[in-house]
């Protein structure tokens, strides 16, 4: 396969690209590109349950949320709290919540995991919207401080610049991402996937298969609240709608299901696919809903295996022919 | 009778009117639950369809009388027709890509609908002669509540005969409890799937009608219902019909006392109820299976 040189070679020819980004295509295409990165890890933080693991959950967007309301209600209230550790109390937000919710949902499955999830997402939605004191209801909190990313004594950013705050996500939502992919090559990984294929015979191999869950489930919880978070760094506001409603839980299901929940870049290309579609519609027509809908009903229909699916599919036709030829040139 | 009793009362007649409605969707939720091992989130979905078909046809200057006939008439129809050119195809692919697909479903059916009538609440008020009060035994009651509350028990005993007392109700029963059998015994077991989707579409699509008086037509209205019944459902167990309707009873009331003391968390406290029966029973009150 690919060697070492140009594996290295790709690396660095991406990070160049990544680099020039925002110089080259501007400002409304950087942020176009922040929104996709922040989709992308909010989606294969859900791949980690629904690909790795096997757990179809409807309320993803609560850990979204949580992370996202951590860090804005942190920066609202607290003064002068510097960036990363506002950012840090958003993914701990998270994370929190996932370990109070564990002991119920680590124990149920299937059906009961997924509408018990869209239960949690309902309450929360509606606590949200209720609790106008604390999270300002249906207008959100909106203009909090963006304290900027210093190293004391030493530099500063102001993250109010695009392209400084384009650098910082890319940094963040591709180490997270990077992290998640690392999470998936442990000894753990594996035990997920075990988990997935068939829990009892991870039981019978000595395997605790709940705690193992659990410490799954919190994890993705915690990427889930780093896209939050970024999200609330970003825009710099969040409100109910667009963080925890549950159109926005079912987004990362989209993306993962159009790209594939079988590989871990499955739900980047799904979220690209839709970030390009959702681009492409509104300039049509307001109803994204509808065609978000009709694409995942032809996904599900014709290609179950979702984008990446399609690509293997491809290059395995490909293959074979080339296999073919070399069979056939072989005697001669 | 004081004043704080007829509170009671009416928010008691109001409970179980709810409690009846949920019952109408959950039914026939439960019933395609049990058969094919479907769980369909398009089915608020359709009870939110058939409430714009009869808007529709009080539009084109039908009555109240005619869109409750056909209205889920049509919604049931094309339940039918998703069941056998959508659904069926998938089915054997797995939970998820179901839930998926008739979620799917129902963004398509909203965006639809949003193309069609608009996002306003759109009025269907109810039938001259039911829109008044009735006095029974010194107390007023709205005489339409009264009437969902009497439409339903017909249905569920039209339905418990069916079921029952019929031998199209004896394959249904007989095909939740086992369809690989029933196929085996020479019935054409995917064309009662078809019917039965068919009839548990056209109960939601009833509940639509009905309903719609009371809250008004628009995009949302299947979302908190829908919600309610998948936790009638869920807490019910699945496939119960029984667990069902006492569940949906019991949702009704503490969903109308609810909005009585605590107005502003009357919605939560129907899912911490789903939740806590889950935590503690994850087969749901009388559900065998997961």
Not at chain 1, 50 to 70: E, K, P, Q, V
Request: charged content about 10%; some cysteine; proline content about 4%.
């Amino acid at each position: 396969m690919m060697n070492n040189k140009v594996k290295w070679g790709l690396w660095v020819a991406g990070l160049i690209s990544l680099a020039l980004y925002p110089h080259i295509f501007g400002i409304y295409f950087s942020n176009f590109f922040i929104t996709f990165a922040i989709v992308a890890l909010f989606a294969i933080s859900y791949n980690l349950l629904l690909g790795y693991t096997g757990l179809l959950s409807f309320g993803h967007a609560i850990f979204f949320g949580a992370g996202g309301y951590g860090t804005a209600l942190a920066l609202e209230h607290i003064n002068g709290l510097p960036l990363i550790p506002a950012l840090l109390i958003g993914i701990f937000s998270a994370a929190l919540l996932a370990l109070i919710l564990c002991p119920i949902v680590a124990r149920v499955r299937h059906a009961a995991f997924a509408m018990l999830h869209l239960a949690f997402n309902y309450i929360m939605y509606i606590c949200v919207l209720k609790l106008r004191h604390i999270t300002g209801g249906e207008d959100g909190i909106a203009g909090y401080n963006i304290p900027p990313f210093s190293i004391p004594g030493i530099v500063s950013f102001d993250m109010t610049d695009p392209i400084l705050f384009f650098y910082f996500a890319v940094v963040v939502l591709g180490g997270s991402m990077w992290l998640a992919w690392f999470l998936t090559k442990t000894p753990l990984g594996q035990i997920m996937v075990g988990i997935r294929d068939n829990d009892m015979r991870v039981d019978y191999m000595g395997f605790r298969v709940v705690p193992t869950k659990a410490v799954v489930y919190i994890f993705s919880a915690a990427f889930a609240g780093v896209a939050g978070a970024m999200s609330a760094l970003f825009q710099n506001m969040i409100a109910a709608d667009g963080s925890v409603d549950i159109a926005h839980a079912f987004q990362p299901i989209l993306a993962t299901i159009v790209g594939g929940a079988s590989s871990f870049f499955g739900p980047i290309a799904g979220a690209g696919i839709f970030a390009v579609l959702e681009e492409v519609t509104t300039r049509f027509t307001q109803r994204v809903e509808l065609v978000n809908g009709i694409v995942l009903i032809i996904v599900i229909m014709y290609f179950p295996s979702g984008f990446i699916g399609l690509v293997r599919m491809i290059r395995e036709r490909l293959f074979s022919r080339l296999i073919a030829k070399e069979v056939m040139e072989e005697p001669s | 009778m004081d004043a704080s009793a007829a509170m009671y009362v009416a928010q008691g007649i109001h409970g179980l009117a709810y409690g009846m409605m949920l019952f109408l969707i959950a039914a026939g939720l439960t019933l395609i639950f049990g058969m094919m091992g479907i769980l369909n989130l398009a089915h608020a979905g359709f009870f939110m369809l058939s409430a714009y078909f009869a808007y529709q046809i009080s539009v084109w200057g039908g009555n109240y009388w005619v869109a409750l006939i056909f209205a889920p008439l049509i919604t049931g129809f094309i339940g039918a027709l998703v069941e056998r050119f959508l659904l069926r195809k998938i089915v054997a692919t797995g939970l998820a890509n179901q839930l998926l697909l008739t979620q799917a479903l129902v963004f398509v059916i909203i965006g639809l609908v949003q193309a069609k009538w608009g996002t306003e609440y759109l009025p269907f008020p109810a039938p001259e002669g039911l829109n008044g009060l009735v006095n029974i035994a010194g107390m007023q009651y709205p005489e339409y509540r009264l009437f969902m509350i009497g439409i339903s028990f017909a249905l569920l005993i039209f339905m418990i005969l069916i079921l029952y007392k019929t031998r199209l109700g004896m394959i249904v029963r007989a095909a939740v409890s086992d369809a690989e059998m029933v196929n085996a015994l020479g019935i054409n077991v995917p064309l009662v799937f078809m019917v039965v989707f068919g009839v548990g579409t056209w109960m939601a699509g009833l509940a639509g009608v009905v309903i719609a008086p009371v809250v008004s037509v628009h995009p949302y209205l299947g979302d908190q219902v829908g919600m309610d019944a998948f936790v009638v459902v869920i807490t019910g167990g699945f496939g119960s019909l029984g667990g069902a309707f006492l569940v949906a009873i019991v949702l009704g009331l503490l969903n109308a006392y609810g909005i009585q003391f605590v107005s502003q968390y009357a919605m939560v406290i129907t899912f911490v109820f789903m939740a806590v029966v889950l935590a503690i029973k994850p087969t749901g009150l009388f559900g065998e299976r997961e």
